[in-house]
């Protein structure tokens, strides 16, 4: 097992045999434990006044389990997907006729042929 896989189980407090035996062996690891044992420790000593209701536990589980950052990022992107394309099309459409919005530069050339790629890849600039 990697050491990634043994972190995240010793993280949600699922020790096993295999998990005691790669610490053993991986100083990398057993610092781990040892970082992880200090912030339960503190947290402990820090909130030992503090009852939480019964279902505490669960609901915090269920939230961090719920969801993984990979996911809200992709939901995130996916939200945004169709204002950048609108937006991708817009500046598109703005530029196709009138290269002086894209490069103030431009202003002053002025450009005999109307297809904007052949002006984009001209390799002079686009001077006549």
């Known amino acids: 097992m990697s050491c990634t896989t043994i972190r995240d189980r010793l993280a ?3 020790a096993s045999t295999e998990t005691e035996r790669h610490v053993a062996g991986c100083a ?4 781990f434990v040892a970082n992880l044992q200090a912030v339960r420790d503190e947290l402990r000593r820090h909130h030992a006044g503090a009852r939480p209701d019964a279902s505490f536990a669960t609901r915090v589980g269920s939230r961090l389990q719920a969801r993984q950052p990979v996911e809200v990022l992709g ?13 991708a099309l817009a500046l598109a459409w703005l530029a196709w006729d009138r290269p002086a919005l894209v490069d103030p530069v431009a202003r002053d050339i002025v450009v005999e042929n109307s297809d904007p790629l052949e002006w984009l890849f001209d390799p002079q600039g686009g001077t006549p």
């Open 75 to 87: 939901w995130a992107a996916m939200k945004l997907l169709p204002l950048s394309l609108v937006v």
């Open 12 to 14: 949600a407090g699922h």
């Open 28 to 31: 990398g690891c057993r610092e």
